[in-house]
């Protein structure tokens, strides 16, 4: 009886392959490319993550006219961009050069970190094309702590407090997790796909680990982040869901919007004080395209500063420097920040099914399951499973977010030194060598560095990279706190659970520390300050800032200060790291900027119908969640969980 509907079954299985991976489904995105127009409403700089959202909303309004200016080019040209395991292929690297859709800038050569780089430098990428970093990064969806944005409005950027951007995450969300949706925290139906990696043996292994040791799974995007869970990706049916698939694409074919790939913008044109155009390079000519309303430059931390400053806009010293002309004296390319990434801890076994890779992505069953169903190891997150928030031994109560995170990889050999820029023989002298092909890698994050960078013009000529010196680890506080993750993630191996499963270390010292003991906290101070990586997840070059802070580029409205015609809406105006990616805050940022230029409240009915939650129970919830998440932290327990614990036993 079933053999009768196996060649419809096979008929339907050729479709999907097709459809996949043959480009078919390209043949309904087809839209016909318009002539420019003499001048636009809005013009925006960069199709990333911010400006594919921002562009897509604002289109919304058919009475507007935009152009949307980006350097690099059409992401669906590229076979393995939408193939979560695939990340690192579309990533540069020090063999292949950048690639298409990758800017990776080095920084300059640091003092107190990258000593085991070649120069001393680290590798920066950030993406180039149309959905930006969203087309290369690992797909993980952290906002970040409630905790973060109400700071920004106590720090003088009004309007960002929790309560005001949580209707914007909920907005753009489709979350696939029904227990998620039915909590204050989470929407359905909004365009960015969201949901948890699947069920792995790595899951189970660090839910007993982590039971063990009394951590909780939590979700980390909900009312507290300490804690830890699989990891929430923005893949949509075994797609990357980046701001292009998710945004941007469906509005390509509108006739108010006009996409320009390829173009890199040189300079904003200014009269007087206001922005009145872009001069852009393209197709080998240079050209201006004139705004009616206002220029949005949406190019990135480091790019929409490089930009302002070539520009006119920046630290006024620097710009007479470089013989360029003043426009507005402003902090633009200070207060740089970024997660900083120590070492890979890297824990093998001899039992199979643990690891991923690109290459057993490839094999018959799981390019079929893949295929037809959107699963199997081509949909993971290049290898990331799951993520823990932890709090420190001696963090005080009043540090209310986390101070560093942990990732689990289920691979225990994720990078190889060209990828990172790091020295042949440093990497060899930890990394070379695995003990077995099955295992995992912890990396400890710092995700509030102290630290504080710049991005510099290296001369006025736009082609010229820029000179972006991070800083990382140059205050002792955050080099201590990554070591006190890093010790606390190698010592998960002395737990049960990864007993169980016979997990070991290697225990290699690099030379250049060795002299300081095994793995003591001045040893692993020093390996950490050889080998660690930024976290790709920089703000702050244009912070964001009340009207008269003279330490801020923009004010709440992201317009910049002292200026007409000129905002800036991305990552860079983040005054200080987020407990999380910027992924998901970018896109949240881009919403409701959009709905303050056109004037409008979208998320209204969200407000309304929370509005009881938030004014009543949510407040409650939310400061009852983080003083129990802080009592399991230090060991203490309330009557209520006393008793809990009392009635379960009897049960």
């Known amino acids: 009886m ?38 636009y409403d809005y013009i925006i700089v960069g199709g990333g993550t911010s400006g594919a959202v921002l562009a897509s909303r604002l289109a919304e309004e058919r009475n507007l006219t935009i152009l949307l200016i ?9 076979p393995d961009i939408d193939v979560p395991v695939f990340a690192d292929m579309v990533r540069g690297d020090v063999d292949r050069g950048p690639g298409d859709f990758d800017w990776m800038y080095q920084t300059t050569p640091q003092k107190y970190a990258c000593r085991g780089h070649t120069n001393h430098s680290c590798l920066l990428h950030s993406g180039k094309g149309l959905g930006g970093t969203s087309n290369i990064n690992y797909m993980l969806y952290l906002r970040g702590n409630r905790f973060d944005f109400d700071d920004w409005a106590n720090s003088g950027a009004h309007g960002w407090a929790y309560k005001d951007v949580l209707p914007y995450f909920i907005k753009s969300e ?58 929430q990706a923005t893949i949509r049916f075994g797609v990357r869901w980046s701001t292009y698939n998710a ?18 913008a040189q300079k904003i044109v200014f009269e007087g004080k206001k922005a009145v155009g872009v001069v852009y390079r393209h197709e080998g000519q240079q050209k201006v395209a004139r705004a009616n309303k206002e220029v949005i430059v949406s190019a990135g931390t480091i790019g929409s500063a490089k930009l302002l400053l070539l520009s006119g806009v920046g630290p006024k010293s620097h710009l007479q420097s470089l013989k360029i002309p003043l426009v507005a004296d402003l902090p633009v390319g200070e207060n740089f920040q970024d997660h900083v990434v120590g070492d890979g801890i890297e824990m093998f076994t001899p039992y199979p099914g643990f690891t991923i890779t690109p290459t057993r992505a490839e094999n018959f069953l799981s390019s079929w399951s893949y295929s037809l169903f959107g699963t ?33 990889a289920s691979n225990p050999s994720v990078y190889e030194a060209d990828q990172l820029n790091v020295r042949n023989e440093v990497w060899d002298a930890i990394h070379g060598s695995p003990l077995s092909r099955e ?3 912890v990396y400890p994050y710092l995700l509030h560095p102290k630290s ?18 991070p800083n990382f680890l140059a205050e002792e506080v955050d080099v201590k706190i990554l070591a006190e993750a890093f010790t606390f993630a190698r010592r998960l191996v002395n737990t049960k659970s990864f007993k169980d499963w016979e997990f070991r270390l290697t225990n290699r010292l690099l030379p250049e520390c060795a002299k300081l003991g095994n793995y003591t906290e001045q040893y692993v101070e020093c390996h950490l300050r050889h080998l660690s990586t930024p976290g790709l997840a920089p703000v702050g070059t244009c912070r964001m800032g009340a009207p008269n802070d003279d330490a801020a580029v923009v004010d709440p409205a992201l317009r910049v200060r002292g200026l007409k015609g000129l905002r800036v809406i991305d990552a860079s105006v983040i005054p200080s790291s987020l ?4 992924y998901a805050t970018q896109v949240m940022m881009a919403e409701r900027m959009a709905d303050v230029i056109r004037d409008r409240d979208t998320v209204a009915t969200i407000k309304d119908y929370f509005r009881h939650l938030y004014e009543v129970h949510h407040k409650k919830v939310m400061e009852d969640e983080e003083i129990q998440a802080h009592q399991e932290a230090t060991g203490n327990k309330t009557k209520e969980s006393t008793k809990e614990e009392a009635k379960d036993k009897n049960n």
Not at 376 to 402: D, W
Request: hydrophobic share 40%.
């Open 376 to 408: 199997g190891m081509k949909a993971s997150p290049r290898f990331r499973e799951a993520i823990a928030f932890i709090r420190l031994r001696h963090q005080p109560p009043s540090i209310r977010v986390p101070l560093v995170s942990l990732h689990f």
């Open 70 to 78: 980006e350097a690099g080019g059409d992401p669906s040209s590229h």
């Open 579 to 582: 407990s999380g990616d910027t």
């Open 174 to 231: 489709d979350q696939r997790k029904g227990e998620f949706v039915k909590t204050v925290f989470h929407g359905f139906g909004g365009r960015l796909s969201v949901g948890d990696v699947g069920s792995s043996a790595l899951h189970k292994i660090i839910e007993l680990c982590f039971k063990e040791i009394g951590l909780k799974q939590r979700d980390y995007n909900g009312k507290t982040q300490f804690g830890w869970a699989p990891a």
């Open 247 to 264: 945004f941007l694409r469906r509005s390509l074919g509108l006739n108010n919007l006009h996409v320009l790939t390829n173009a890199a």
């Open 2 to 39: 079933v053999a009768r509907y196996i060649p419809t079954f096979m008929a339907i299985g050729v479709v999907l392959v097709a459809y996949r991976f043959l480009g078919i489904g390209e043949f309904f995105n087809e839209f016909i490319k318009q002539e420019l127009l003499p001048a």
């Open 439 to 441: 295992g995992i890698t």
């Open 452 to 469: 504080r960078g710049t991005v510099r013009l290296k001369s006025s000529n736009p082609d010229d990279a820029p000179l972006i010196n």
